[in-house]
């Protein structure tokens, strides 16, 4: 299973660094994305990586501020938030996907493994 760790309340302007370990499995053959609910949203996809963390991939609304990267010999995938705002609050969840090729977001939307989230609270 997935276990999302990193979150907490942080000012705007902020930074907080997210990590998804991979518990029982390696990731070595995993894409990984993030998702992020904010109360009364829909989850939102906001970045993923490809298996072998060449490719990555972020939403409009955090180009610029956050990277996602990938550890592969500690089986886990970091996503690094800068300049958090307090729109960036929400629950950020870890998705995985057995998957060589490229990744989309959506692909770990409807087939992916979730894990349980951690809050974010942007705030002054």
């Known amino acids: 299973h997935l276990v999302e760790t990193g979150g907490g309340l942080v000012q705007p302007g902020g930074s907080l660094r997210l990590s998804c370990a991979a518990s029982?499995?390696?990731?070595?053959?995993?894409?990984v994305g993030w998702f992020r609910q904010a109360p009364g949203n829909d989850r939102q996809g906001i970045s993923c990586?490809?298996?072998?963390?060449?490719?990555?991939w972020y939403s409009d609304s955090v180009k610029g501020r956050f990277t996602i990267s990938k550890d592969n010999a500690k089986d886990t995938v970091y996503l690094q938030m800068n300049n958090l705002q307090p729109e960036d609050t929400g629950v950020y969840f870890c998705?995985?996907?057995?998957?060589?090729?490229?990744?989309?977001?959506?692909?770990?939307?409807?087939?992916?493994?979730w894990g349980k989230g951690t809050q974010v609270t942007v705030s002054s």
């Open positions: 998705v995985s996907l057995a998957h060589l090729g490229r990744i989309h977001i959506h692909m770990l939307r409807e087939r992916g493994s």
């Open positions: 029982g499995f390696t990731f070595k053959s995993y894409a």
């Open positions: 990586i490809g298996a072998s963390g060449e490719q990555t």
